[in-house]
């Protein structure tokens, strides 16, 4: 048995043209990139884990939903989620202050789900869940997991193996309730974004015993370091072992005025055997 699947987050389509390349023209190297990525090694799903605007945003001119009612949220599903080669799975991020009605709304999800695929469960939650729906600007309340939704889908299903996704994780910052979840032997890993990192670190032994790997997703948007950009994770699952590494697409801008390109790559590469 083989499986692959794509994890992205931190894409960004909104009202900035960073590195002076139209928003629009970015998400279009997305799309290529995920169609170049189908045709060289099929993957069956994507999992989408949130930022893919400003449409709520604290700083400078502000997220565009409050200021004048776009949601890039909404276009980007519109414009470019129908596009990609297989089916899709999406969880919002900070930049995503939707309410769960407006939420599915929008998107067709609710603000967390899980995803079973063959004897893997894939659980979405949702850790950016307060202050929904606001009404003054802001970057997102974090919260903790929700313990009762986390146990119930891992009491729904007591024999599928389990990797936990979501926008963010502060693990350390958790119940103990969740901390022994989070230690669970079917647990196999815990992938998230929201630092527009693509970096891979074990959980402290203090806060899991079982060291438990966090994998973090890297960004289609603005980084300041540009070896996480522009890229996305892929998630190869066998047998007993899984594989995930972060690719990099070309990509090619300006910062200060002065000119740079990426070339294609793939870095940040682990393997977890169970």
Same mark, same amino acid.
């Given at each position: 048995?083989?499986?692959?699947?794509?994890?992205?987050?931190?894409?960004?389509?909104?009202?900035r043209?960073?590195?002076?390349?139209?928003?629009?023209?970015?998400?279009?190297?997305?799309?290529?990139?995920? *169609?170049?990525?189908?045709e060289?090694?099929?993957?069956?799903?994507?999992?989408?884990?949130g $930022?893919?605007?400003?449409?709520?945003?604290?700083?400078?001119?502000?997220?565009?939903?409050?200021?004048?009612?776009?949601?890039y949220? *909404?276009e980007?599903?519109?414009?470019?989620?129908?596009?990609?080669?297989?089916?899709?799975?999406?969880i919002?991020?900070?930049h995503e202050q939707?309410?769960?009605?407006?939420?599915?709304? +929008?998107?067709?999800f609710?603000?967390?789900?899980?995803?079973?695929?063959?004897?893997?469960?894939?659980?979405?939650?949702?850790?950016f869940?307060?202050d929904?729906?606001p009404v003054?600007?802001h970057?997102?309340?974090f919260t903790?997991?929700d313990? $009762?939704y986390?146990?119930?889908q891992m009491?729904a299903?007591?024999? /599928?193996k389990?990797?936990?996704?979501?926008?963010?994780?502060?693990?350390?910052?958790?119940?103990d309730?969740?901390?022994?979840m989070? $230690?669970?032997?079917?647990?196999?890993?815990?992938?998230c974004g929201?630092?527009?990192?693509?970096?891979?670190?074990?959980?402290?032994?203090?806060?899991?015993?079982?060291?438990?790997?966090?994998?973090?997703?890297?960004?289609?948007?603005e980084?300041?370091?540009?070896?996480?950009?522009?890229?996305?994770? $892929?998630?190869?699952?066998?047998? /007993?072992?899984?594989?995930s590494?972060?690719?990099?697409?070309?990509?090619?801008?300006e910062?200060?005025?002065?000119?740079?390109?990426?070339?294609?790559?793939?870095?940040?590469?682990?393997? +977890?055997?169970?």
């Amino acid at each position: 048995m083989r499986k692959r699947i794509i994890i992205a987050s931190d894409i960004h389509y909104c009202q900035r043209n960073w590195y002076n390349v139209d928003s629009d023209a970015r998400m279009e190297q997305f799309i290529d990139a995920l *169609q170049a990525e189908y045709e060289r090694d099929p993957y069956e799903m994507i999992l989408l884990l949130g $930022d893919y605007s400003l449409d709520h945003w604290k700083w400078q001119e502000k997220g565009t939903y409050l200021t004048i009612g776009r949601s890039y949220t *909404q276009e980007f599903v519109e414009k470019y989620c129908k596009r990609f080669p297989v089916p899709y799975y999406m969880i919002a991020g900070n930049h995503e202050q939707y309410g769960e009605e407006k939420w599915r709304e +929008i998107t067709g999800f609710s603000r967390q789900f899980s995803v079973e695929s063959d004897g893997y469960l894939f659980v979405m939650l949702d850790t950016f869940a307060g202050d929904l729906d606001p009404v003054e600007h802001h970057d997102g309340v974090f919260t903790r997991i929700d313990a $009762d939704y986390l146990r119930a889908q891992m009491e729904a299903y007591p024999n /599928h193996k389990i990797i936990l996704c979501s926008h963010y994780f502060d693990i350390a910052g958790e119940s103990d309730e969740v901390k022994a979840m989070v $230690d669970d032997e079917r647990v196999l890993c815990l992938f998230c974004g929201h630092t527009h990192g693509a970096n891979i670190f074990k959980l402290p032994e203090a806060v899991s015993p079982a060291r438990k790997r966090v994998i973090f997703t890297g960004t289609y948007g603005e980084c300041a370091n540009l070896s996480s950009m522009c890229g996305f994770r $892929d998630l190869v699952i066998t047998d /007993h072992e899984l594989t995930s590494s972060y690719y990099v697409y070309p990509f090619a801008g300006e910062i200060g005025g002065q000119p740079f390109t990426l070339g294609k790559a793939v870095k940040n590469s682990v393997k +977890i055997e169970y």
